[in-house]
């Protein structure tokens, strides 16, 4: 009976290598689970998988009443082989964008895009929330682990900090103010998105904004600044100051913040927010 079981626990990993494999796994993203069995979508791509992929919880998607555009349910990311070549998927990403002539149009290009690695890790493409039309579009990095399983960005806690530091000026997206994100899946265990990565969901963001057509920007945090103001300068030195967006023909006011996550591990950072946001309320009270 013991050397049985000797012999099985010879071929089991210690306890050492299941606590390492583990924390590879969240590091790599993977918290959350899908199904109840592991599948290999690389096996066989034309076999359904074993196990339906239904979210564990149950995804409401929010109605707005005052926009003609409302954000789609949110879809479960399909597994893709990765492709090869980053430029290539630049360009189709571009091609894929400046194909799509309204919001919706755009979610659905986005969501039925394959070209960045991410969205095989991703449960979900984080779109938008907020009010389509608003005259002010709020511009984050990349969903983290919250914002993935509920498909909408700043759902976890530094939204909640975004929220409540925006509701002392009266902007909330619930009234006045449309959100996304420059990725629109999250890197696993929220790495920073690589500069690949960047440069193929760029496109997509800028078509994003063109669409919306607000009259002024919020970026938010170093990746939102450096992607869409071309900038190397960090937050720190940038922050309220005003800047200028511009792209495809389109010019738009842009005002630099600290990123809520950088505030919620730095809380003597929150002066500086107030003194922006200050700024920002006389801005738009003139
Ligand atoms: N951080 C971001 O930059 N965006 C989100 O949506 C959530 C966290």
Same mark, same amino acid.
């Given at each position: =009976?013991?050397?049985?079981?000797?012999?099985?626990?010879?071929? /089991?990993?210690?306890?050492?290598?299941?606590?390492?494999?583990?924390?590879?796994?969240?590091?790599?993203?993977?918290?959350?689970?899908?199904?109840?069995?592991?599948?290999?979508? @690389?096996?066989?791509?034309?076999?359904?998988?074993?196990?339906?992929?239904? $979210?564990?919880?149950?995804?409401?998607?929010?109605?707005?009443?005052?926009?003609? @555009?409302?954000?789609?349910?949110? &879809? #479960?990311? %399909?597994?893709?082989?990765? %492709?090869?070549?980053?430029?290539?998927?630049?360009?189709? /990403?571009?091609?894929?964008?400046?194909?799509?002539?309204?919001?919706?149009?755009? &979610? *659905?290009?986005?969501?039925?895009?394959?070209? !960045?690695?991410?969205?095989?890790?991703?449960?979900?493409?984080? @779109? !938008?929330?907020?009010?389509?039309?608003?005259?002010? =579009?709020?511009?984050?990095?990349?969903?983290?682990?919250?914002?993935?399983?509920?498909?909408?960005?700043?759902?976890?806690?530094?939204?909640?900090?975004?929220?409540?530091?925006?509701?002392?000026?009266?902007?909330?997206?619930?009234?006045?103010?449309?959100?996304?994100?420059?990725?629109?899946?999250?890197?696993?265990?929220?790495?920073?998105?690589?500069?690949?990565?960047?440069?193929?969901?760029?496109?997509?963001?800028?078509?994003?904004?063109?669409?919306?057509?607000?009259?002024?920007?919020?970026?938010?945090? *170093?990746? /939102?600044?450096?992607?869409?103001?071309?900038?190397?300068?960090?937050?720190?030195?940038?922050?309220?100051?005003? &800047?200028?967006?511009?792209?495809?023909?389109?010019?738009?006011?842009? #005002? $630099?913040?600290?990123?809520?996550?950088?505030?919620?591990?730095?809380?003597?950072?929150?002066?500086?927010?107030?003194?922006?946001? !200050?700024?920002?309320?006389?801005? #738009?009270?003139?």
């Amino acid at each position: =009976m013991v050397s049985v079981l000797e012999d099985e626990m010879a071929d /089991s990993p210690s306890r050492a290598e299941i606590v390492d494999m583990l924390r590879q796994h969240v590091e790599a993203g993977c918290t959350d689970m899908l199904a109840e069995a592991p599948v290999n979508h @690389f096996a066989n791509h034309s076999t359904p998988p074993q196990a339906p992929l239904e $979210p564990t919880h149950e995804i409401k998607p929010e109605i707005k009443p005052e926009v003609n @555009f409302k954000p789609a349910a949110p &879809q #479960l990311a %399909t597994p893709q082989i990765p %492709t090869a070549n980053a430029a290539d998927s630049a360009a189709a /990403s571009a091609e894929v964008a400046a194909a799509a002539d309204s919001l919706e149009a755009l &979610q *659905n290009a986005i969501q039925g895009f394959d070209g !960045c690695g991410l969205k095989k890790t991703a449960k979900n493409t984080v @779109f !938008c929330d907020g009010v389509a039309g608003a005259k002010i =579009m709020l511009i984050g990095e990349a969903p983290g682990q919250d914002e993935d399983r509920e498909g909408k960005p700043f759902v976890g806690r530094s939204g909640q900090l975004l929220d409540t530091m925006l509701a002392t000026i009266d902007l909330s997206r619930a009234e006045n103010l449309y959100i996304s994100n420059i990725v629109p899946w999250r890197p696993p265990g929220n790495r920073t998105p690589s500069a690949e990565e960047i440069a193929i969901c760029r496109p997509f963001i800028e078509r994003h904004i063109a669409l919306a057509k607000p009259d002024m920007l919020l970026l938010v945090g *170093n990746i /939102s600044n450096k992607t869409l103001l071309q900038t190397e300068t960090g937050i720190t030195k940038l922050r309220g100051q005003w &800047q200028t967006y511009e792209a495809d023909n389109i010019s738009l006011p842009a #005002l $630099p913040l600290l990123h809520p996550a950088y505030v919620l591990r730095r809380p003597e950072t929150k002066a500086d927010v107030w003194a922006d946001l !200050c700024a920002l309320k006389t801005r #738009l009270a003139g």
